[in-house]
């Protein structure tokens, strides 16, 4: 069973950039893997996706030209490159593993002022 545990969040002020990481417990290189975000009272929602390798990737429209995943196999990790961050960003970001987003992670918290 896989663990992944995020870190990097923070404070940050609206206009700067925060770098999230997720370490899994164990090799992930077979599976997609994904970033979503959950703000108290709305549904979680996916951010950004990464297949197997990296090569192709995926960020959604509201955090496009500002977000990026990367991920590197050799290190079991992936990580959420967020820049130009705006308030409304504000959320518990999830590192998620598989297409069907099977496994979570625990949440690191990002604060927008």
């Known amino acids: 069973h896989v663990q992944l545990v995020e870190s990097g969040g923070g404070s940050v002020q609206a206009g700067g950039s925060l770098k999230l990481s997720c370490v899994a417990s164990?090799?992930?290189?077979?599976?997609?893997v994904g970033w979503f975000r959950q703000t108290p009272g709305k549904e979680r929602e996916a951010v950004a996706r990464?297949?197997?390798?990296?090569?192709?990737?995926f960020v959604r429209g509201f955090v496009k030209d500002r977000f990026s995943i990367s991920r590197d196999d050799t290190m079991n990790t992936v990580d959420l490159q967020m820049n130009s961050l705006k308030s409304e960003d504000t959320a518990l970001y999830y590192c998620?593993?598989?297409?069907?987003?099977?496994?979570w992670g625990q949440g690191t918290q990002v604060t927008v002022s």
């Open positions: 998620v593993l598989g297409v069907s987003a099977n496994t």
């Open positions: 164990e090799d992930i290189s077979t599976f997609f």
């Open positions: 990464a297949c197997q390798t990296g090569r192709s990737t």
